[in-house]
């Protein structure tokens, strides 16, 4: 059974960082592409970051890029997102998920961990 366990979210001043985690189990995460994604109040979830299998490769949606690092610890079952030079516009829950591969930015699954918070204080 697929188990996403997000954390490490919280209030934070604009121009802060924090680094996301996201816990996996019952599968077996060397196999997927991962992302992460978010949805602010009022919006739809959006694609954010992307790790490929090994982890050697990431892209992100443009209005992270130079600031949000993904990375992916295979053995440990577990990514991450480092989060660095926040702002407001960053506010939002965080979810990791698979993706259907590494073009694609929608998630694989219809299962969503119960996500974590993050919110940035101008």
């Known amino acids: 059974q697929v188990e996403l366990i997000e954390s490490g979210g919280e209030l934070v001043q604009a121009g802060g960082s924090l680094r996301l985690s996201c816990s996996t189990t019952?599968?077996?995460?060397?196999?997927?592409?991962m992302g992460w994604f978010r949805q602010a109040p009022g919006k739809e979830r959006e694609f954010v970051a992307a790790?490929?299998?090994?982890?050697?490769?990431?892209r992100y949606v443009d209005s992270v890029k130079g600031r949000f690092t993904v990375s992916r610890d295979n053995p440990n079952h577990a990514i991450y997102l480092q989060m660095n030079s926040l702002k407001p516009e960053d506010t939002a829950v965080y979810y990791c998920?698979?993706?259907?591969?590494?073009?694609?930015?929608?998630?694989?699954?219809?299962?969503w961990g119960q996500g974590t918070q993050v919110t940035v204080a101008s």
């Open positions: 998920n698979a993706l259907f591969n590494w073009t694609d930015d929608r998630a694989a699954w219809d299962y």
């Open positions: 019952g599968f077996t995460l060397s196999y997927y592409v």
């Open positions: 790790t490929s299998w090994s982890g050697r490769d990431t």
